[in-house]
């Protein structure tokens, strides 16, 4: 496991010089990234996430550090009130380049990233192609220490193998994956039931559809026998609400995004306020009939193709 602090460090402008753009290369490699995506694409991702109003962005398909840094600097703070003072992130395994972060307005004490994780180390017989030494995480699982009011509160930030080549062929990786995620939070809490843990993050498959249930999903390892509980589930009562995702080319509504709670956290907050910011998606996705941020298409510009999904919690 490799564990991405910097205060453990024997350079003393580490973190300084991974999060900041310092001179004109940096810069320059940071513009190149953004303008993969136009000004209103920025802009928009900018509001939704400001939107949720959230202390703590878990957040998926990030390049770098530099550049997470200038889109909060540039474009996250002239719509939010005040930053984030803590953004993290550890390079993953996409040979795209595209990792997961956080962004934290609260005290992080711990950060491990499983990148490295093997079949091997953890006991996961390999699927399709994979071998026993091959990493088991498609991009990673970022495992952060939160603590707030007294309490910490671990946090497995996670971006499951997509769907891309079938649905149910890419099924087996994102079951080795959640099967890999659970083991980690049996070695880490004696009694998970009763632990503060939450799993977060774009899963990339989904467990009904407009409510009713499907069994060939590859997530059953995080809520089998009830080891978790899925808080858009739990808390949004309209099956037609639970949605995160729009395939266009299904026409299907879905939820592709998670938020899945330990038995004690959500005992807890069974009444939690959960929200889904969907203004800025694009027009062509119909089912939402609310307000949209101004400048949005009918396919692009969007915030994103995923709706952020945002959690109140009570430690």
Same mark, same amino acid.
């Given at each position: 496991?490799?564990?991405?602090?910097?205060?453990?460090?024997?350079?003393?402008?580490?973190?300084?010089?991974?999060?900041?753009?310092? %001179?004109?290369? %940096?810069?320059?490699? !940071?513009?190149? !990234?953004?303008?993969?995506?136009?000004?209103? %694409?920025?802009?928009?991702?900018?509001?939704?996430?400001?939107?949720?109003?959230?202390?703590?962005?878990?957040?998926?398909?990030?390049?770098?550090? !530099?550049?997470?840094?200038?889109?909060? *600097?540039?474009?996250?703070?002239?719509?939010?009130?005040?930053?984030?003072? /803590?953004?993290?992130?550890?390079?993953? *395994?996409?040979?795209?380049?595209?990792?997961?972060?956080?962004?934290?307005?609260? *005290?992080?004490?711990?950060?491990?990233?499983?990148?490295?994780?093997?079949?091997?180390?953890?006991?996961? $017989?390999?699927?399709?192609?994979?071998?026993?030494?091959?990493?088991?995480?498609? /991009?990673?699982?970022?495992?952060?220490?939160?603590?707030? $009011?007294?309490?910490?509160?671990?946090?497995?930030?996670?971006?499951?193998?997509?769907?891309?080549?079938?649905?149910?062929?890419? /099924?087996?990786?994102?079951?080795?994956?959640?099967?890999?995620?659970?083991?980690?939070?049996?070695?880490?809490?004696?009694?998970?039931?009763?632990?503060?843990?939450?799993?977060?993050?774009?899963?990339?498959?989904?467990?009904?559809?407009?409510?009713?249930? !499907?069994?060939?999903?590859?997530?059953?390892?995080?809520?089998?026998?009830?080891?978790?509980?899925?808080?858009?589930?739990?808390?949004?009562? *309209?099956?037609?609400?639970?949605?995160?995702?729009?395939?266009?080319?299904?026409?299907?509504?879905?939820?592709?995004?998670?938020?899945?709670?330990?038995?004690?956290?959500?005992?807890?907050?069974?009444?939690?306020?959960?929200?889904?910011?969907?203004?800025?998606?694009?027009?062509?996705?119909?089912?939402? $009939?609310?307000?949209?941020?101004?400048?949005?298409?009918?396919?692009?510009?969007?915030?994103?193709?995923?709706?952020?999904?945002?959690?109140?919690?009570?430690?």
């Amino acid at each position: 496991m490799m564990r991405c602090d910097f205060r453990r460090l024997h350079i003393l402008d580490a973190a300084r010089k991974f999060t900041a753009v310092s %001179d004109q290369s %940096d810069a320059d490699a !940071v513009d190149r !990234v953004f303008n993969v995506l136009s000004e209103d %694409d920025r802009t928009l991702t900018a509001q939704a996430l400001s939107a949720s109003q959230a202390d703590i962005c878990c957040l998926q398909e990030v390049e770098n550090l !530099v550049t997470l840094t200038a889109f909060h *600097n540039r474009y996250l703070k002239r719509w939010m009130r005040r930053g984030y003072s /803590r953004r993290i992130l550890c390079e993953g *395994n996409d040979t795209r380049g595209i990792d997961v972060a956080l962004l934290a307005r609260v *005290n992080v004490t711990r950060v491990v990233s499983h990148a490295d994780l093997t079949h091997r180390a953890i006991g996961i $017989e390999p699927v399709g192609s994979a071998h026993w030494d091959g990493r088991i995480f498609r /991009r990673d699982c970022l495992e952060v220490d939160i603590e707030k $009011e007294g309490r910490t509160l671990t946090l497995f930030i996670c971006h499951f193998k997509s769907m891309n080549g079938g649905r149910l062929e890419t /099924r087996p990786v994102r079951h080795a994956e959640a099967l890999a995620v659970r083991k980690l939070i049996e070695a880490r809490f004696d009694d998970p039931a009763q632990a503060d843990w939450a799993v977060l993050g774009d899963f990339n498959d989904y467990l009904e559809i407009d409510g009713v249930p !499907v069994e060939d999903h590859g997530l059953g390892p995080l809520i089998d026998g009830g080891f978790s509980v899925d808080a858009l589930m739990m808390l949004q009562a *309209n099956p037609m609400e639970r949605w995160t995702h729009y395939y266009a080319g299904g026409k299907a509504y879905t939820a592709l995004d998670h938020i899945f709670l330990s038995p004690a956290l959500a005992a807890r907050n069974a009444r939690a306020r959960i929200r889904l910011m969907r203004a800025g998606q694009p027009l062509r996705v119909q089912r939402f $009939e609310g307000h949209r941020f101004p400048g949005v298409g009918w396919v692009l510009p969007k915030a994103s193709d995923h709706c952020p999904l945002s959690l109140t919690l009570e430690l």
